[in-house]
């Protein structure tokens, strides 16, 4: 069974950099086709796509956010972590973390999501 | 703007079928068998019900469907029940460089 589970502050100040982590169960990132991607929706927006990790540690990020964005992996700890810089109000969001299949190109587990509010 | 256009919302009665239209370019949607969509209760993260274009995952209903034509993803549901009651995102493969794009959500209602 599949589970992850995102950790984080809940309020940052502007400017700040955010540190979010993805502790996850039923899967190990150094299985080949595994990967732990982070998507994030502002309250009653669309979802967005952040950053992909691998198993290879291969990474991806968006590339509006690709200067504020590392994405890293701890294997041992079951563990992806994601840090933002330079936090602004708008980037107020439910951060969540999901699974990531490879082969089918698809997001098919995801975490509950972390409320992160940005505001002085 | 979301990379993906999705009409805002769309409505149907229990037992009728509704769908759902995700429009990308040829860079995505165009591109790639790889379009993906997503169940979003309120206050709930997003569930898998389309993978691949048109798979289904294990333990979703067969009244989901999804096909692609051209630059257009569609998700159809048939049998409405008020439990489909939702809103809907579409993801696309975009490519090593953009690499996945979502659309802008679609709020299911059924009357």
């Known amino acids: 069974q599949i589970t992850l589970k995102e950790s984080g502050p809940t309020l940052v100040k502007p400017t700040q950099t955010l540190t979010l982590t993805c502790t996850f169960s039923?899967?190990?990132?150094?299985?080949?086709?595994?990967?732990v991607g982070w998507i994030r929706q502002p309250p009653g927006k669309a979802l967005e796509w952040l950053a992909l990790i691998y198993w290879d540690d291969d990474k991806r990020y968006s590339p509006s956010l690709k200067s504020r964005l590392t994405i890293t992996k701890d294997t041992s700890k079951n563990q992806v972590v994601l840090t933002m810089t330079n936090m602004d109000p708008v980037d107020t969001a439910t951060y969540y973390c999901?699974?990531?299949?490879?082969?089918?190109?698809?997001?098919?587990?995801w975490g509950q999501g972390t409320l992160v509010t940005v505001s002085s | 703007q979301s990379a993906l256009t999705q009409p805002a919302s769309v409505s149907g009665s229990p037992g009728q079928s509704i769908t759902i239209s995700c429009t990308g370019t040829?860079?995505?949607?165009?591109?790639?068998?790889?379009v993906s969509w997503y169940q979003q209760h309120p206050g709930k993260a997003p569930k898998l019900m389309i993978y691949?274009?048109?798979k289904r995952p294990s333990g979703v209903s067969n009244r989901f469907s999804g096909s692609k034509s051209g630059n257009t993803a569609s998700l159809t549901i048939s049998g409405l029940q008020a439990e489909d009651e939702a809103d809907y995102y579409c993801?696309?493969?975009?490519?090593?460089?953009?690499?996945?794009?979502f659309g802008g959500g679609t709020k299911l209602t059924v009357l």
């Open positions: 691949e274009g048109s």
């Open positions: 993801c696309s493969y975009a490519g090593s460089s953009t690499t996945w794009v």
């Open positions: 999901a699974h990531h299949d490879y082969g089918d190109y698809v997001f098919d587990y």
């Open positions: 040829s860079s995505d949607v165009g591109s790639y068998n790889l």
């Open positions: 039923g899967f190990s990132l150094s299985t080949s086709g595994v990967g």
